[in-house]
């Protein structure tokens, strides 16, 4: 392990002492299979989110392979490396895209990128609690697939949203990592949207194939939350580099985003719900 790694495990240690859970729930935006749409709903729920009064942060997990600046045409002044090099701290990371809207962004295609240990990634959701009283949510939009520490990243997370497509690859690439999660004793609580459907039956069809499976071998219910239609307006804003929601908001596809962002605070307000009862 080189010099900086250990570093910040050191870090870690003495920060974990002192660190409290953090007072902003944090969403992670994942899936089995690439290209099924996470970048593209992260940040419309964001957005989605934003608009509802909510004080977002959304950050650009997927470390050298990020894109969220381009999909937003903003320039990245500092990056989620220079995190993890030492050189800024997560507030010096924090560029504001709104008002209630804040961003870290990730690097793409840089040389010698920092090695990253699931350690560190712990170290990076302690090193949270520093902004965590400035948001209500942290929305974390992470690389494709379930190698160490994208899961590391997700059994951090209060909630995952599993982005899936209907296609059978994508349904059983989601139950993999459901299965990987399970593995590691994750209690997130796990949402799913079905994204480029033709039709609303489609994603609820392909949900309860997830669901069934889901149910019989890990005793696990994920919990669906909508479906996104396949629609040319995806692609149109993000070849225009612009977001759905701020261009197109009465299109039917930025109607289903918002539905689905309705539909997570009703759950997210259950679950404050049973946990205060529970705690009384
Ligand atoms: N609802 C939709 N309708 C049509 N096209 C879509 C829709 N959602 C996403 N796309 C298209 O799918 C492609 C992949 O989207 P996106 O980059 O958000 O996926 P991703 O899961 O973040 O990919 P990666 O795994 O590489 O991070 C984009 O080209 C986008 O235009
Ligand atoms: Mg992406």
Redesign the pocket.
Known sequence: MNTQATRLIELLQLEKKGSKKLNAKVISVA?G??????????SNFAFALSKLEKKILLIDF?FN?S?LNI?LNQSTKNSLSEFFEQKKSIEELIQPYTKNLHLIYGDSGKEFYPKIHKEIIDYFFVSLNKVADNYDYIII?S??GANELTIRQLINSDFIII?TTPEPTAIMDAYVLTKMLKAENSSSLKLVVV??CSQKEEGENSFNNLLIASKHFLQEEPKYIGS????????KS??NQELLLENYFDSN?SKEIIAITKRFTEIVQVANNNQSNFSQ
């Open positions: 899936s299979k690439g290209g099924t749409g996470k970048t593209f709903f992260a997927d392979l894109n999909v939009d690389s494709a982005v994204n480029k996104v239609s396949f629609d040319i307006l995806a692609h993000i070849l596809i």
